[in-house]
């Protein structure tokens, strides 16, 4: 009988033990790591980082037991460094990537990553010289050979110059402004 109300006993002790932690358990959360005494949450589980100019991603892990292991779906595009619950994403190249996060309860947190790459263009010219009237005619492409439109440049650049360097004289080859768009071939 006394072993009974022994085992009775450590039963309920062992489940108040569990719900008190229970009690005190906090999901996964990620939030960005800018110091301003505010909470800046990741909304949605998702982070975008634009790729060049980006180098990182600092966010700080929340919650869980404390102790995590990282998942990195594609270790090509994007770097993971840990020091204590800091995260810090390093972008490689433009791409989705899914970050989960684990603790040792198997609580997890799958944050989604997309590195974004921003249009970069250079320009060619059929010929380096010319005279004054002369014609010269121009290409432009971009950095990662991808195609683009019209609108895909003016949304990223507002003005593209063409500076000739003998002269230091500059020719505005694309104007930009929220009314109109003004852009020349040749």
Request: charged residues 25%; aromatic residues 10%; proline residues 3%.
């Amino acid at each position: 009988m006394k072993t009974k109300l022994l085992f009775l006993l450590l039963l309920l002790a062992t489940v108040i033990g569990c719900q008190k932690e229970d009690d005190n358990y906090h999901p996964i959360e990620l939030q960005y790591a800018v110091f301003n005494d505010k909470p800046n949450p990741v909304i949605n589980n998702q982070v975008t980082i634009n790729f060049p100019t980006e180098t990182k991603k600092e966010l700080v892990v929340f919650g869980g037991d404390g102790t995590y292991s990282i998942n990195n779906s594609d270790e090509k595009k994007l770097g993971i460094s840990r020091v204590n619950g800091y995260l810090t994403l390093t972008p490689f190249e433009p791409g989705n990537v899914v970050v989960t996060i684990s603790d040792g309860r198997n609580n997890s947190y799958s944050l989604k990553v997309e590195i974004k790459s921003q249009l970069r263009v250079k320009m060619n010219v059929k010929k380096k010289e010319g005279n004054t009237f002369d014609l010269m005619e121009f290409n432009l492409f971009s950095y990662s050979e991808k195609d683009f439109t019209l609108l895909d440049l003016t949304e990223a650049y507002d003005s593209l110059v063409w500076t000739c360097c003998n002269t230091n004289q500059r020719f505005r080859l694309l104007e930009h402004s929220g009314n109109s768009t003004h852009f020349i071939w040749k």
